[in-house]
C-alpha cells in the first residue's frame, strides 16, 4: 500500500514543473530593441501552444483536487496508473515544442491532440479504480473536464485534416465550455 499524501506531493512537484516549462526558440537572436518587440510578436503562433498547455495541464491539476477519496493508502494498481499519468504529463512540455514548432503540420497535432487524449483516458481510469470515492459534484465536474479534453483533442485531430494552423483552437473548449456552462445555469435559475 501506498500513502496518497506522498503520492498527492509528487503530482504536485510533476504539475508544477511541467507547467512552468517555457523556452525561446534557439533560433532566436535579436540585435536590438525593435527587433526584439517585432521578434516577441512573431513568437504568438509559438507561444499560443504554451497557454493552450498551461491551461490543459492547469484544469487537469484542479480536476485532480476535485476527485476526493477516503483512502488514505492507494494499491498498486492505482500507483502504477498514477505514475503513467505523471509520465504523460512530463511529456507535455515535449509535444508541445513540437506543436510550437510545426504546428501548421498535422502529425504535430495528432502528437499534441494524441498526447492530450491519452492523459483524459488515463486521468478517467484513475477516477474508475480509485479506492472509496466520494461521489458529488465535485466528480462530475472531474469527468466533465476529462471528457471535454477527449471532445477537444477529437476535435483537433479531425481539424487538422482540413487545417492544422486552426485545429489548436480546439483546445479551447475545454477552457471556455465550463465558465460558458455556469453563466447558462445562473441565467436559467
Known sequence: ??????????????FSVAILDV???????PRDGGELAEALIGLWPKF????????????RWLANLEVRSRAEYLDREYVNWWLLYLLLIT???????????????APAIWLYAGH?????????RMVFIMPDLELGDHLRRRQMSAFLLIAASVLAIAVSFVSPALALWAFMLPLVAPPVMRRIRAVAD
Open 48 to 59: 499560443f501552444p504554451y497557454i493552450l498547455s498551461f491551461g490543459v495541464l492547469g484544469l
Open 1 to 14: 500500500m501506498f500513502s496518497k499524501e506522498r503520492l498527492d506531493t509528487l503530482s504536485d512537484g510533476v
Open 91 to 105: 511529456c507535455v512540455p515535449f509535444s508541445t515544442i513540437v506543436v510550437g514548432r510545426y504546428g501548421s503540420l
Open 23 to 29: 523556452r525561446l526558440p534557439e533560433d532566436f537572436h
Open 116 to 124: 492530450t487524449l491519452l492523459i483524459s483516458l488515463v486521468g478517467l
